[in-house]
């Protein structure tokens, strides 16, 4: 099974918005009405399903992922999860890796807003993603148009059996109102609501992993880009979170020491109209932001007095050069 992270075939929200079920940021698998062969928790790992030939538990065949019993009953299994934050969820993966005989003919998922972290016995769910059929150790990516932010979702499989994994890709939902004028924020946190817009090659792991919180945990955890046999550049193009003043800009090449880029830089702009495919030509000529700078492997740089003065903007393209690693990218900025 391909790894949805570096599949060119899976869909751009899988690379572009982080996994609100990621429980590295506080997604918790709830309840269940059955997790006899497997537990709930495992459906949210971030790391992709395996299968471990001759492994057994006292109830069965270990396997990587949420399973029930089978159902001699009616009804059907599900699983109430906490997102890691209130959001916008944009799309999901449904996720059978390694499920053959036992995964569910279907699935759906509902979704409410609470204030509590268990929803309450009249919570106001609502049809996110309608019934599905599913396959055997397939990658099922669902898209979801729906602007509503949500708290909780519950999974139904139908009637009975196993998913190795549930990715829900959206964008947090933030009340900026509470946030004090002049206050330095983070405008490229994918936790503030920051998104990849576009990056020309995510070969050895996606651009959006820059915009995760914390440092990163190994080399796999950030952008790397193939090796580059050809005159250019790599670049990443990052829809801020709000519009803002950028006053200190953080690369950080933790991990990355024979494949870190020789240098960045960044360009800026405030874009109105248009979508996001539009920008990928309009970033080529934006103002630079930064001009290139010398990295260093496994290093934190900081970089202030260098930043252009471009007034608020709302994109940023950053450009390593010619290619390699970057594990986080910081902009700390005041909101517009």
Known sequence: MANPIL??????????????ADPRLGAQALQASDEFFAPKERMLEPQPAVFIPGKYDD????????????????????????????????GVDLDTSHFTGNFPPAASIDACFV????PPDNADWQTLVAATTLQGNHHHYVEVNDARAFTHLRVNLYPDGGLARLRVYGQPKRDWERVERGTLLDLAAIENGAYLVAANNQHFGPASQMLM????????????????????????????????VIRKIEVDTAHFKGNYPDRCSLQAASVTGGTDDSLVTQAMFWPVLLGEQKLQMDHVHTFADDIASLGPVTHIRFNIFPDGGVSRLRLWGEIA
């Open 115 to 118: 204030d509590g972290d268990v």
């Open 213 to 244: 919180p914390g440092r990163g945990v190994n080399m796999g955890d950030g952008w790397e880009t193939r090796r580059r046999r050809e005159p250019g550049n790599d670049w990443a193009i990052v829809a801020l979170a709000r519009p803002g």
């Open 59 to 90: 109830h069965g065949k270990w396997m990587d992922g949420w399973e029930t019993r089978r159902k001699r009953t009616t009804g059907h299994d599900y699983c109430v999860i906490r997102l890691a934050r209130p959001g916008v969820v944009h």
């Open 7 to 20: 599949d060119p075939n899976a869909p751009a929200f899988t690379r572009r918005y982080m996994n609100l």
